[in-house]
């Protein structure tokens, strides 16, 4: 007979936390806010499923002026700031949906919720009953023994008190002399002064607790002597803040809290009141699709070769053989949405409710030629599949294929493994085979994340052609600012299907394995199963993109700009390495003789990357003044040093800014950058992320060309490392000029600068002239920069202060110059007061072509997150529109280079920047393409201007003769 478990709800805790969790904005059909809602709902579903407690109950604090604490320290909690506006209302809607589902929910007058978990824990916890408090409270690590545990459900993991010991450096037992030590700022809490989780851990190594430590005070260096007999006197209140309580008298009996009692559907009402339509779909109101299926039991005990059955080895009726589908169906058509059904009457326990794996699936091994063939006829048949690949590494371009992983319907797939330990197919008669149907646009293909697939199976041999979904990119057109776009992420939240972890397989850290050293029937059920769920996603996304603008985004921008960047990403660029082993080494010499400097200011040798040891130096030494802290230490981060290097003469500050300068780019790029060299190309390969920014911009990573910093020397003397393939070639470079002001005068409409944009006049001195009412040919210098901080700085939402600071004005004349600038452009404020608006009306703002982000906290009583909100909904009409034209742009110089096989490789993509490997003999012909494609990517109320010019690498380019 299995274990009972009781797992408690650290109601508050786990609510905050669904509060703040990085998932998109959520309003009901009435406005009212339901991410919370959602995000907590969907952990209690996912905990009752994967978990499957035998007693569940959820404990909540109650007011904070009735706790006992409060009567011991006034203070305690006495600085909290309110809850978000929108949060209590939904506390009470998930209390509502909690209660309505049978979980009993606990508080007690004059206790918090800490206290009711303790308590509960000290009276069930034992042999027959291990207890789990649903929480990362570090404030429950002292109740942890062999019988009570946490569950962490964001990263599905238990916590024993092993695990406490490893991390922190201190078991349970020591918990509460831990937290005495530190304090807690969370709840005013003041422990010893100076110590943090470090030093608590040595303290308590060493002398055992905190009377231990206060005994051998005289052992401790005079500073944290001084504090922890300056502690003495609060030790025993400060104890009795953090220890938990284990013997609150409330009444609770397990029966209450017998998970087999729960009825989630009588939660539906309220889920459906809040359009909260997912979580219908989970628990059967409303469902879309059928939930994933395993081809056995995933039971620990069965044998491999249970688990997935070999094409070749079955007499039952073949996989590939359904005569019900054949290629006159309709390729790639979304489903319709399905139609509600009633509620199911609730029979047994919840899970009989939630999704579960179905014997329905059939995931198949093709391990032999004759079964490939088959395979092949039916994905004919078909005539649409999603497909994935199993590789070697993460890297597509270096990656070695392991096997390829189709789904033509719900719960039917098959892996074909190229490698593996067991039988394989060769990769030749893979893609003999394979290749051809992969290659025919006819038979449509979907996934997710497809560009990386395309990559690998571009290095295996493949060509793809016919694709036309990809559920990453639906799901992030649909909400950008959702969570994760992953694979695993949208399945469980669209699907209700926790898929099976790669880390499940191949582990992770010094013991990870890769995919070809797997077992081939092991590797099919997880690879199958991927290929499954991006099956499944592609009707269940397909079914929600009905908005013509959203649908528009995605068939015309997003998706053929997955299969350009993959090329370019393909093609890469070209590397100088004797060039950055020389600035290496010049760098070297550099920070070498700044080191010295350092030194020789601070009168002794000291090791200036060490916080702490800079700290002594700078604080302590050199009496500079402290400006800001860490949780454990005074801060010597770049803004501080900064701040010391223009208030005080000491020359280490500013010696110590140019060091970590040139560390940095000589670690993150100088000595990196030929590292990740292709050792077969002889190229850098980096990767473009669609997914990365919720404006719509590409990110960029392995290495991240985007944080190049080109406005010092060195960090631009870096792009001339980067260089084009053969001498024959140089680099063209094309910049769209001033874009996102330009997209700015086409949303404000503002006559002036439109007409300054449409005579190529130099905007910023034009604005200067115009605000000092002086001609254009006599603005100064200062003037035009001040104006072009204003102009860029506009989008951005930027403030007196911050104009004051970049500029060196005061932060009066600032002000004065703003509301200048808003004066004499009042479309300007006007249009940003109209995104403002739009967001507050809907949740969300729209670019030019309609992609959305959704904006949170736009009505915060919170002055600063509602002033962020303001300022992401202007950045990201403007921004958002920018980064769709570039996209547009990409996409029609892409078709334009192969569709009339032009000489150009498009390489790079940075912000409003495209670089291309061109041959010197075709420079002005592709140059002449290049500003077309641009300049009439989007129609704007402005000319749309590209600067282009050629050269030998990144940096030193010249207009084209």
């Avoid at 009212?32 to 499957?52: C, G, P, W, Y």
């Avoid at 005080?648 to 940095?664: F, S, T, V």
């Avoid at 080109?710 to 769209?736: C, H, M, N, Q, W």
Wanted: charged content about 25%.
């Amino acid at each position: 007979m299995s274990k009972s478990s009781l797992y408690l709800i650290d109601g508050h805790s786990q609510i905050y936390r669904a509060y703040y969790a990085p998932f998109g904005n959520l309003t009901s059909p009435t406005g009212e806010s339901t991410r919370a809602i959602h995000v907590f709902v969907q952990m209690l579903l996912n905990l009752l499923r994967d978990r499957k407690p035998t007693y569940l109950a959820m404990a909540l604090d109650v007011s904070d002026e009735t706790v006992f604490r409060v009567n011991i320290d006034p203070t305690y909690k006495a600085h909290r700031d309110p809850p978000p506006e929108d949060l209590p209302p939904q506390i009470e809607r998930i209390i509502a949906i909690v209660s309505a589902m049978g979980i009993p929910i606990l508080r007690k007058k004059g206790f918090e919720a800490d206290d009711l978990l303790a308590t509960l824990a000290a009276r069930h916890a034992g042999p027959d009953l291990d207890v789990f408090f649903v929480s990362r409270d570090k404030d429950l690590d002292q109740l942890l023994n062999d019988y009570i545990r946490l569950y962490d459900p964001t990263k599905d993991i238990e916590i024993d008190a092993a695990a406490v010991a490893a991390e922190k450096g201190y078991g349970p037992e020591l918990a509460v002399e831990a937290q005495m030590l530190m304090g807690d700022g969370t709840d005013n809490v003041v422990g010893v002064h100076g110590v943090g989780p470090k030093k608590a851990a040595q303290l308590l190594q060493k002398y055992g607790s905190v009377a231990g430590i206060i005994a051998h005070a005289d052992e401790l260096t005079p500073k944290l002597r001084e504090n922890i007999l300056a502690f003495r006197d609060r030790m025993d209140t400060v104890r009795q803040l953090v220890t938990l309580r284990r013997d609150v008298p409330i009444e609770f009996d397990l029966a209450q809290a017998d998970a087999s009692r729960f009825n989630p559907a009588a939660a539906e009402p309220l889920l459906r009141e809040l359009g909260l339509n997912r979580l219908l779909e989970r628990i059967g109101a409303s469902r879309i699709g059928q939930p994933i299926a395993r081809t056995t039991p995933s039971d620990d005990d069965a044998p491999p070769s249970s688990r997935t059955k070999r094409v070749g080895q079955t007499s039952s009726p073949e996989l590939f053989e359904d005569p019900d589908i054949g290629p006159e169906q309709p390729a790639m058509a979304a489903p319709p949405a399905a139609e509600s059904s009633p509620p199911r009457e609730v029979s047994g326990t919840l899970f009989d409710m939630l999704p579960a794996q179905s014997s329905a699936a059939r995931y198949q091994l093709v391990d032999t030629d004759e079964a490939l063939h088959k395979l092949a006829e039916r994905l004919t048949r078909a005539g649409a599949f999603a497909f994935d690949t199993e590789t070697t590494g993460l890297n597509p371009t270096t990656a070695k294929l392991v096997g390829i992983s189709v789904a033509w319907a719900d719960g039917e797939a098959a892996y074909v493994p190229v490698m593996g330990v067991g039988r394989t197919v060769s990769l030749e008669t893979a893609r003999g085979v394979l290749g051809p149907i992969f290659a025919d646009a006819r038979i449509k293909k979907c996934g997710q994340n497809l560009k990386y697939d395309l990559t690998v199976l571009h290095g295996a041999g493949f060509e793809v052609r016919g694709v036309e979904f990809d559920s990453m990119i639906a799901s992030f057109v649909l909400d950008s600012t959702r969570r994760s776009h992953g694979i695993d992420a949208l399945a469980a939240d669209l699907l209700g299907i926790r898929k099976i972890a790669t880390h499940e397989l191949i582990g992770s850290g010094k013991k990870q394995t890769t995919f070809d050293q797997l077992p081939t029937d092991r590797v099919c059920e997880y690879a199958a199963e991927d290929a499954d769920v991006a099956w499944r996603l592609r009707g269940l996304l397909g079914a929600r993109l009905t908005d013509p603008e959203l649908k528009r985004l995605f068939n015309e921008i997003e998706m053929p700009l997955v299969e350009v960047l993959a090329r370019m990403e393909q093609a890469g660029v070209a590397l100088d390495k004797p060039l950055l082993a020389k600035m290496s080494n010049d760098l070297a010499a550099r920070m070498s003789a700044l080191e010295h400097a350092i030194h020789d200011a601070a009168g002794h040798p000291f090791n200036i990357n060490s916080t702490q040891q800079l700290a002594e130096v700078l604080f302590d030494e050199r009496k500079l003044p402290v400006i800001k802290r860490t949780k454990t230490l005074r801060s010597t981060d770049a803004d501080v040093l900064e701040q010391l290097a223009d208030q005080h003469d000491d020359p280490i500050p500013k010696l110590l800014l140019e060091y970590r300068e040139l560390a940095k780019l000589k670690g993150t790029y100088i000595d990196s950058l030929p590292e990740m060299v292709h050792p077969r190309t002889g190229r850098v390969h980096p990767s473009f992320h669609q997914t990365g920014a919720v404006t719509g911009r590409l990110s960029c990573s392995d290495p991240n060309l985007q944080n190049i910093p080109i406005r010092t020397e060195l960090g631009a003397a870096i792009r001339r490392a980067f260089v084009p393939g053969d001498a024959d070639s140089a680099l063209i470079k094309a910049d769209y000029s001033q874009i996102e002001l330009r997209v700015l005068a086409h949303f404000c409409k503002d006559e002036n600068l439109i007409a300054a944009f449409r005579e190529d006049r130099d905007i910023h001195a034009f604005v200067a002239a115009q605000l000092a009412g002086v001609p254009i040919d006599q603005v100064t210098k200062d003037q035009r920069a001040r104006a072009k901080t204003v102009n860029f700085g506009i989008i951005y939402g930027q403030s007196a202060f911050g104009l004051a600071r970049q500029t060196g004005m005061s932060q009066a004349e600032a002000k004065a110059f703003i509301d200048q600038y808003f004066a004499r452009y009042p479309r300007i404020r006007a249009f940003l007061n109209e995104c403002i608006a739009q967001a507050k009306k809907h949740g969300f703002v729209k670019t030019m072509l309609g992609r959305r982000r959704a904006i949170t906290d736009i009505a915060s009583r919170n002055p600063s997150a509602r002033a962020a909100a303001e300022r992401f909904a202007v950045n990201t009409v403007v921004q958002g529109t920018a980064a769709d034209l570039i996209k547009l742009a990409m996409i029609r110089i892409d078709r334009r280079i192969r569709e009339e096989r032009r000489p150009s490789r498009m390489i790079l993509q940075v912000h409003d920047e495209l670089v291309f490997d061109v041959p010197k003999r075709a420079l002005r012909a592709e140059a002449d393409m290049i500003t077309g494609e641009m300049s009439a990517a989007l129609a704007l109320e402005v000319p749309i201007k590209v600067d282009v010019a050629a050269g030998p690498n990144w940096l030193d380019v010249s207009p084209i003769e």
